[in-house]
């Protein structure tokens, strides 16, 4: 009996050659011309302004940016916008998780709570922020109440300070955080549950053996677009924080430098420095996730 070859190996694997659709390179042209005239343009200009000791400098300089790092009250405003937006994001998407994970199964009254949650995505910075001027102000109606039950003597302060900006700013970005990490949540095959119950797995385990695991990617994207909207922050900053001290933020002092004191080349070296300082706390995020992804795949595979 002849010894049969399989057809797989009688039939030689070609390599596939890399096409160009030009049909699909006309269809992308204007989409390609688009972000490059909004996006990369902008970018090369304000990099080309950045390095001009002034507009009209003929020759490219550092002096912009060692004026920023020499200058200590300049300096200061990353920190001001670090304490600004780390701790609002990380409770933003620490608060997010678990409800995400608790309405996911489907609750009494879901889309009523989902709907009261992503409300205030409607309402806007401005509106957010004049609320909050009448609501916690020193006769508003959040101390009014908490006198009239005698919890406090005197009219807390929380305008016009950093907790002001922070409450404003969960206000505008949690909704969006929740929504994209439930949606990425409830994409996840409840199969994968049911089949750790049954493996002898409570509730606590599941969650952070199979669900927050499989949900760090989305975590992390809503993570990195939570944090730059809060890092970037400026109306919340102006009309419920201090501008002057407390709360001037880097996208303050870019204003006040590029359209107060006439700087131009120094306030967009300012918003490039924010950028950038953004881009690398991205870049860790996404290694971060990346990192315990990996460390939770060997430590399911090897069943501790």
């Known amino acids: 009996m002849a010894n049969t070859i399989p057809i797989s190996s009688q039939v030689e694997a070609k390599p596939r050659r890399f096409r160009l659709d030009s049909g699909a390179i006309l269809l992308s042209l204007p989409a390609v011309l688009l972000v490059l005239g909004l996006f990369f343009y902008p970018l090369i200009f304000g990099l080309d302004l950045s390095l001009r000791a002034n507009e009209n400098a003929p020759d490219w300089s550092l002096t912009n940016y060692i004026q920023f790092f020499s200058d200590p009250d300049q300096v200061a405003t990353i920190w001001t916008t670090f304490q600004v937006a780390l701790p609002v994001t990380i409770f933003s998407v620490a608060v997010s998780v678990p409800l995400a994970y608790f309405m996911r199964q489907g609750i009494k009254f879901e889309r009523l709570l989902t709907a009261i949650l992503i409300l205030p995505i409607t309402l806007g910075t401005v509106m957010v922020a004049q609320s909050m001027l009448g609501y916690f102000a020193p006769n ?15 009219p807390i302060l929380l305008l016009h300070h950093l907790i002001a900006v ?31 119950s049954m493996l002898g ?7 952070w053996r199979i669900i ?4 760090l990617p989305g975590i992390a994207v809503a993570f990195c677009l939570n944090f730059v909207a809060n890092f970037s922050v400026f ?16 996208a303050i002092a870019a204003y006040e430098t590029a359209f107060t004191n006439y700087n131009r080349p120094l306030g967009t070296t300012i918003a490039l420095i924010m950028g950038v300082i953004e881009l690398l706390v991205i870049l860790l995020v996404l290694w971060l996730q990346n ?3 990996r460390s939770a795949a060997i430590s399911g595979g090897k069943g501790v």
């Open 166 to 196: 922070e409450i404003a700013l969960f206000i505008q970005g949690f909704p969006f955080t929740f929504l994209l990490i439930l949606g990425y949540m409830s994409a996840i095959n409840p199969n994968l549950e049911r089949a750790s």
């Open 212 to 215: 927050f695991p499989l949900s």
């Open 140 to 154: 508003g109606w959040f101390n009014r109440a908490l006198l009239s039950l005698h919890i406090i003597q005197q």
């Open 291 to 293: 990192r315990m992804a």
């Open 235 to 250: 109306p919340s900053a102006n009309l419920v924080g201090e501008p002057a001290r407390e709360t001037r933020v880097l």
């Open 201 to 207: 797995a409570n509730p606590w385990q599941t969650f």
